[in-house]
């Protein structure tokens, strides 16, 4: 099992620019998240899809949107990046109910100049 | 709105030292407390948690302590190894409408060194 698995794994944009990125899991999990971490401020969360056809705005929703495609993957979109967007992106998944760790994937490295 | 506050942001510690991450809460509706451990590069990994109907929980060298009264919470890791050196996150459960959120603190970077 490759578990969770982020494409890109760096990406610089230019400020207007957009991008998806991609995140996929072959566990089967139910649930799906993506997170920004930036230095001092810990991982906060974006958006997250409890369940195939769900999503749900997070802790900082603004200036993404997100899609979950199929139950294995989900993708966040930067329509128009800002500076304020370089940070660097994980997605995690879970199978959804009761207690059950999140598997996060290697993180995509984003610069926005 | 920090919902987990963390402590210290970073430490330093000798080989064979214990090392001591404190956390604390507000939430009343968090009802479960996990460590993640995160190596430069990678993406953070479950290290240990905790329900808080439980006031110690031990793996190994590394020790949740939980504190319902005072929300608070702590990771101890014994005989402290280079290995060690990563960042560590405290985090804390609610579930919303059937669905587990969880909230993060801000993180401890810990060197051990030799």
């Known amino acids: 099992n490759a578990g969770v698995t982020q494409t890109p794994k760096f990406q610089v944009l230019k400020t207007g620019q957009s991008m998806t990125l991609q995140c996929a899991q072959d566990m089967n999990h139910n649930s799906m998240y993506w997170y920004r971490q930036d230095p001092g401020m810990g991982l906060r969360l974006i958006y997250y899809s409890a369940s195939e056809g769900t999503t749900d705005k997070g802790e900082v929703p603004n200036g993404y949107n997100v899609s979950r495609l199929n139950k294995r993957e989900f993708s966040l979109r930067l329509e128009s990046a800002a500076p304020s967007q370089t940070s660097v992106y994980f997605c995690?998944?879970?199978?959804?109910?009761?207690?059950?760790?999140?598997?996060f994937g290697p993180g995509t490295r984003l610069t926005v100049t | 709105q920090q919902q987990v506050k963390q402590s210290p942001q970073s430490l330093i510690v000798q080989k064979g030292g214990i090392s001591i991450i404190n956390c604390a809460y507000e939430?009343?509706?968090?009802?479960?407390f996990p460590w993640y451990q995160q190596f430069p590069g990678k993406g953070p990994a479950l290290l240990i948690a905790?329900?808080?109907?439980?006031s110690e929980k031990k793996e190994g060298r590394f020790t949740i302590s939980f504190n319902k009264s005072a929300k608070q919470f702590s990771l101890h890791i014994m005989d402290s190894q280079p290995g060690d050196s990563a960042t560590y996150f405290c985090?804390?459960?609610?579930?919303?409408?059937?669905?587990?959120?969880?909230?993060f603190g801000t993180g401890t970077k810990l060197q051990v060194i030799p």
């Open positions: 995690a998944s879970n199978t959804g109910t009761g207690w059950y760790e999140q598997y």
């Open positions: 985090a804390a459960r609610s579930v919303i409408r059937g669905y587990q959120k969880v909230t």
């Open positions: 939430n009343t509706a968090f009802d479960y």
């Open positions: 905790i329900r808080p109907d439980v």
